[in-house]
Nanobody
Framework: QVQLVESGGGLVQAGGSLRLSCAASGRTFSLYGMGWFRQAPGKEREFVAVINWSGDNTAYADSVSGRFTISRENAKNTVYLQMNSLKPEDTAAYYC???????????????????WGQGTQVTVSS
């Protein structure tokens, strides 16, 4: 049974930083690509960042490129999202996701991921 547990969300002022973590269990973590998505109230869930199984290939949404960095630490079964220069429009629930097919490239669509965490709230005040 795959379990993904996010942490690190909170309230921060515009321009501040947060680091989200997602701890995974139930799979050989190092074989699978991981993604971060977010969902604001009344909006659809959207892609934020993705990292492939080996950590040498990443992709970002245009809205966060240059401000957010995704990374992974396979020895700890954990993927991170470092968020800098936060803006009020970054306010959302953030979810990590695991694509249940080993290896592969980066994937950016919600429907391409089978397992999801419960989410962690990020609120950016102006």
């Amino acid at each position: 049974q795959v379990q993904l547990v996010e942490s690190g969300g909170g309230l921060v002022q515009a321009g501040g930083s947060l680091r989200l973590s997602c701890a995974a269990s139930g799979r050989t973590f190092s074989l699978y690509g991981m993604g971060w998505f977010r969902q604001a109230p009344g909006k659809e869930r959207e892609f934020v960042a993705v990292i492939n199984w080996s950590g040498d290939n990443t992709a970002y949404a245009d809205s966060v490129s240059g401000r957010f960095t995704i990374s992974r630490e396979n020895a700890k079964n954990t993927v991170y999202l470092q968020m800098n220069s936060l803006k009020p429009e970054d306010t959302a629930a953030y979810y990590c996701a695991l694509r249940n097919r080993p290896y592969g490239r980066t994937y950016t669509k919600v429907e391409q991921y089978e397992y999801w965490g419960q989410g962690t709230q990020v609120t950016v005040s102006s």
